[in-house]
């Protein structure tokens, strides 16, 4: 069964910088793209980035480029999202997703969340 | 990008009545990259539907979709309790958007 732990969020001030992390387990970590989501509490889904299975091709949303950085460690199981220059708009519940059929972060649905951590950005 | 418009915003139905949820995109979607995913109070959405028509691992058959170009169908027949949820599409054609989903309530 495919497992996807999220850590690492919490409040922050606006401008600061914090690290989500994500442990995968029950599949083959090292031949999937992952991603990072979010979903403002009430509000819709929004993609923010992601990353192919080697780490060699990564993507993301124009709200955050420039300011979050996905990473993985396959060695470990692993996904990580940077997030640098925080803004009240960041805050959200933030899902790590595995992509379904493929490598690539792009081009294939979404098949597995885990349950979130939630990120606040308040002074 | 390309923008999902999902409607209505919210159907209200009995259990046992079907449902017709519709996603609009603002630009055709290539290759059928459109998905489904469902959604209830404190959990993480489920991939129900991809490929516009194909069903994921385990769900029901009263769940289809249907459509393509910019104009896609989710379809639930015979709605059961554990269906009142909200309804996401979304496309993985150019980078990924999500709509701002339908709530299927109980009437």
């Known amino acids: 069964e495919v497992q996807l732990v999220e850590s690492g969020g919490g409040l922050i001030q606006p401008g600061g910088s914090l690290r989500l992390a994500c442990a995968a387990s029950?599949?083959?970590?090292?031949?999937?793209?992952m991603h990072w989501i979010r979903q403002v509490r009430g509000k819709g889904l929004e993609w923010v980035t992601g990353?192919?299975?080697?780490?060699?091709?990564?993507g993301s949303a124009d709200s955050v480029k420039g300011r979050f950085i996905i990473s993985r460690d396959n060695a470990q199981n692993s996904l990580f999202l940077q997030m640098n220059s925080l803004r009240s708009e960041d805050t959200a519940l933030y899902y790590c997703?595995?992509?379904?059929?493929?490598?690539?972060?792009?081009?294939?649905?979404?098949?597995?969340w885990g349950q979130g951590t939630q990120v606040t950005v308040s002074s | 990008e390309i923008v999902l418009a999902q409607s209505p915003g919210t159907l209200s139905l009995s259990p046992g009545e079907r449902a017709t949820l519709s996603c609009r995109a603002s630009?055709?979607?290539?290759?059928?990259?459109l998905a489904w995913y469902q959604q209830k109070p404190g959990q993480a959405p489920r991939l129900l539907i991809y490929?516009?028509?194909t069903r994921a691992a385990g769900i029901p058959d009263r769940f289809s979709g249907s459509g393509s170009g910019t104009d896609f169908t989710l379809t639930i027949t015979r709605l059961q309790p554990e269906d009142f949820a909200v309804y996401y599409c979304?496309?993985?054609?150019?980078?990924?958007?999500f709509g701002q989903g339908t709530k299927v309530e109980i009437k």
């Open positions: 029950g599949f083959p970590f090292e031949d999937y793209a």
């Open positions: 490929g516009v028509s």
């Open positions: 997703a595995k992509s379904f059929d493929s490598g690539i972060y792009y081009n294939s649905p979404i098949d597995s």
């Open positions: 979304q496309q993985y054609d150019v980078s990924r958007t």
């Open positions: 630009q055709r979607i290539s290759n059928n990259f």
């Open positions: 990353i192919n299975y080697n780490s060699g091709r990564r």
